[in-house]
């Protein structure tokens, strides 16, 4: 699972929504003080996400964030030729947006969303007063620029040296992670795109899983039924992931 701290707001008791009765999960949100907490819901936009909606495409000017209030959003590299891969994932736990921070305004990579769901919109220049105004919510942000840096790292190191099984079970989990379930919408084509692989090569990698018992693969859905061996059977990625996370987020 993704690792996470008790947020300031949950250990006060105070009702994760915002304003308009909207109920908080983004992990960014949450972790918020009383007073920065006022500043930064002023001027959000609670949005739907729908599935396969394209947040934005490499080189367009980016006009706002998306926190992440459910579902995922995939973050792809995309070639001239017009094929991606998956070079990282978000969920509840991060936003969308990450150039605007450094205060770039174009995207390098294409964000879509893989799992419907909602978010919260903060146009780019109230992001940037924000940051401005809120050290804890300039913190945050940065601090998930990290995760997100390390985690793109370690998947274009996984792309490279592991095999698809071993790569298909980790990105498994991770999407798991970031939905709080085990039962997946997708289908062979979408996992052949993240993966940067063949359809055919997917469908070897699953029914290796299925056979062993940790997943159960139907046209446009995957269940997870062994989550343990599921994770014995990803490559170290996913750990490696997972205990870095784990170490920056322990008390020092």
């Not at 592991?162 to 999407?175: G, N, P």
């Amino acid at each position: 699972m993704i690792l996470r701290k008790k947020s300031a707001n949950a250990l006060s008791g105070r009702p994760p929504t915002d304003g308009d009765g909207n109920h908080i999960h983004n992990e960014i949100l949450l972790d918020l003080d009383p007073k920065e907490s006022a500043i930064v819901f002023s001027e959000l936009e609670f949005v739907r996400l729908k599935l396969h909606q394209v947040l934005h495409e490499p080189g367009d000017t980016l006009k706002s964030a998306y926190f992440c209030n459910s579902g995922f959003i995939s973050i792809l590299s995309i070639f001239p030729d017009g094929k991606s891969v998956e070079v990282g994932l978000i969920g509840t736990e991060g936003f969308v947006g990450l150039p605007l921070v450094a205060g770039f305004r174009t995207a390098a990579t294409r964000a879509v969303v893989q799992g419907e769901g909602s978010a919260f919109r903060l146009d780019d220049a109230a992001l940037m007063t924000i940051m401005r105004e809120c050290p804890q919510f300039e913190r945050r942000l940065q601090q998930f620029a990290q995760i997100m840096i390390m985690q793109v790292t370690q998947i274009a190191a996984c792309n490279r040296l592991h095999e698809v099984e071993e790569r298909l079970a980790r990105w498994l989990l991770m999407s798991a992670d970031r939905i709080a379930s085990d039962s997946l919408p997708l289908t062979q084509e979408f996992l052949a795109q993240m993966l940067g692989t063949r359809r055919s090569s997917v469908n070897v990698a699953a029914g290796i899983l299925q056979k062993a018992g940790l997943i159960v693969y139907t046209r446009g859905a995957v269940a997870i039924r062994n989550r343990s061996g599921l994770e014995s059977a990803a490559c170290d990625c996913y750990e490696i992931m997972q205990n870095q996370i784990r170490e920056w987020q322990e008390p020092k």
